[in-house]
């Protein structure tokens, strides 16, 4: 018989019992093999009952795949692995011969226990090799898998983290997760789901959205688990509401794991995933994939190859064992479909970064050209003002912002009048004419524009080059526009020899004086001050402050107005800092 190795410890019998008693083993592993079985976390119990269901046959540990005891692509390739051991020790008899006809049987019958994820069939033959060498090579070869996809799946989190802040970069993220890939899914670690922990450690992880992947909720019963464990923000989401979140600016990136993937990317995954990468293109949302080489099928060209597993119709006609659909209706249960690579933001690998398609995420139209999808306008709004918000720069509902749109017509979009900045979706803003300020979209019960659109509509007036306008009460700058401002007369306020001055492409950088208006009740005054001041500028300096009211500041598009704002704000904190905003010192 063979010995234990060393680090491969006793396990206890099944029990229920607290998730602390989870690490019998490794901590965070979820297989291992003991005392001549295997043993993995039973996943149908979770999140009620944490147990280890110990496996002693073949058809146990079959039976376990199948019925998802133990699930998630690497598991099961491990849990396959650990199989043709247990096969390989049940097949030689004390004197040391192993009827290696039977455990190829065996392995043959592991590996087709479920068709779609590769992992299985892949950690099958891999062990499968040493069978001639006797039980112990193949326990050692199924321990080395285990230990090598731990190390593997450390290397896929960080890089898929990196990556994510490389494409998302400065501020908390709101991340949207299908299926279970984390440490249930894996020996230990997780792939999507480790790299949203790692994330989550970094301090980017603001919420998670976990879908709860009907119809047998390893979102909502594993992932949800998972994170509550590792103490990170989440909410459950029925698969359904992932498009409308989308629409609601409530995601900035969506990571998932992968059961196979074609030479191409064509990457199949949990069922529901096409859908949401589907979803994320239309709104321009990046979508990751993380997983190990091990999921990559390179003998498959495209994801037309790829076997979806068909499973039985009770698990739709029925919940938590009660039916919920007529005798006899018919079924259509598929556990996967394949996501086309176009639609891939990038898979990550712990060798590798591809970006399928290095664009942004491009979609077939009817007539079969391919559009490139870019985020709408009203998305990037509530974004930035979410952001805004977010920052602290845009408290309750004040602050607006605009975007011009591209065409003759002088169009714009503004955010909506009176509306909380930190929940504005893409339907909270309202079109207006860029130079009158005025609604210019269908009339209705939608939001009525922001209350302060004739200055931004003064701002597009007198400068072509504005294309969007963002009004903000960021601290300094308000705090200054407090100081040095008047009641009833402009004031300026004069920066010098500021690197920061750099930010504002002026084309002396070197010095500048921003106005400062008065507050007028009446805000069309305000921007008939505005008006008044800016015809006065060939180029005028892209940024004004009002007494007692924040800034405003304008760019080519949000983005850049965006910077110009931090800049401006980031010299009124300098002058704070330094003393350089006495009255007296900023005297024009
Ligand atoms: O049917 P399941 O639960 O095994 O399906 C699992 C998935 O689709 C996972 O997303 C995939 O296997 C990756 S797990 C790291």
């Not at 147990?51 to 692509?73: K, Q």
């Not at 949401?276 to 060209?301: C, K, M, N, T, Y």
């Not at 006065?536 to 405003?552: E, K, R, Y």
């Amino acid at each position: 018989m063979t010995t234990r190795p060393a680090h491969v410890a006793a396990v206890p019998g099944p029990a229920t019992s607290s998730p602390d008693s989870l690490a019998p083993f490794a901590p965070g592993a979820s297989l291992a093999w003991s005392d001549g079985a295997v043993s993995v976390v039973d996943q149908r119990a979770l999140p009620h009952e944490t147990r280890w269901l110990r496996l002693e046959t073949v058809d146990e540990l079959v039976d376990a795949i199948r019925s998802l005891a133990v699930r998630g692509a690497p598991a099961i390739g491990l849990a396959g692995a650990l199989g043709v051991a247990l096969s390989a020790h049940r097949h030689t008899t004390p004197d040391g011969s192993t009827d290696e006809a039977a455990v190829r049987a065996d392995a043959e019958r592991i590996a087709k226990a479920r068709p779609t994820a590769v992992n299985l069939a892949w950690a099958v033959a891999r062990v499968a090799e040493h069978i001639p060498e006797g039980p112990d090579a193949v326990l050692h070869a199924a321990l080395a898998a285990i230990d090598e996809d731990i190390a593997t799946n450390r290397v896929c989190a960080v890089g898929a983290a990196d990556l994510v802040e490389g494409l998302l970069p400065g501020r908390p993220l709101r991340v949207l997760t299908h299926c279970n890939t984390g440490r249930l899914a894996t020996a230990a670690g997780g792939t999507a789901l480790g790299a949203i922990i790692e994330l989550a450690a970094r301090g980017r992880i603001a919420e998670v959205l976990v879908d709860e992947t009907r119809p047998l909720l390893q979102g909502a019963r594993l992932t949800a688990w998972e994170l509550q464990e590792a103490g990170v923000p989440y909410r459950l989401c029925p698969d359904s509401a992932a498009a409308a979140a989308m629409s609601r600016s409530l995601v900035d990136c969506v990571l998932v794991g992968a059961d196979r993937i074609a030479a191409n990317g064509d990457t199949a995954n949990k069922i529901g995933t096409y859908a949401l990468a589907v979803a994320a293109a239309r709104h321009g949302i990046p979508f990751v994939v993380v997983a190990p080489e091990s999921s990559w099928d390179p003998e498959l060209p495209d994801g037309s190859g790829i076997v979806v597993e068909e499973r039985a119709a009770g698990e739709v006609t029925t919940l938590a064992g009660v039916r919920i659909a007529p005798e006899g209706a018919g079924v259509f249960n598929p556990a996967f479909d394949v996501t086309p690579h176009e639609l891939i933001t990038a898979v990550v690998s712990e060798e590798r970064v591809l970006r399928p398609t290095a664009a942004a995420p491009k979609v077939p139209t009817p007539d079969g050209a391919v559009r490139e999808l870019r985020k709408p306008p009203s998305e990037v709004l509530a974004g930035q003002s979410r952001d805004l918000y977010l920052r602290g720069w845009m408290p309750g509902t004040s602050g607006n912002l605009s975007v011009r749109l591209p065409g003759a017509a002088p169009r714009a979009l503004i955010t909506g009048s009176g509306l909380d900045k930190g929940d504005l979706g893409p339907g909270d803003m309202v079109l207006v004419d860029a130079f009158t300020g005025q609604a210019a979209g269908p009339a209705g019960d939608g939001p009525r524009p922001s209350a302060e659109t004739a200055i931004h509509a003064a701002v597009y007036r007198s400068v072509a080059e504005a294309g969007a306008v963002v009004h903000a009460h960021s601290p300094y700058a308000t705090a200054l526009a407090r100081r040095i401002g008047a009641e009833d007369h402009l004031s300026w306020l004069p920066l010098r020899d500021l690197e920061l001055l750099k930010g504002l492409g002026l084309a002396d950088p070197s010095r500048t004086d921003l106005p400062v208006f008065p507050n007028w009740p009446d805000v069309a005054r305000i921007a008939d001050d505005v008006a008044g001041h800016l015809a006065g500028f060939t180029t005028a300096p892209p940024a004004l402050l009002i007494t007692d009211h924040g800034i405003t500041v304008w760019g080519r598009d949000l983005a850049q107005a965006r910077n110009r704002l931090e800049c401006v704000e980031a010299m009124c904190h300098l002058l704070l800092l330094t003393g350089e905003s006495d009255p007296v010192r900023l005297a024009v």
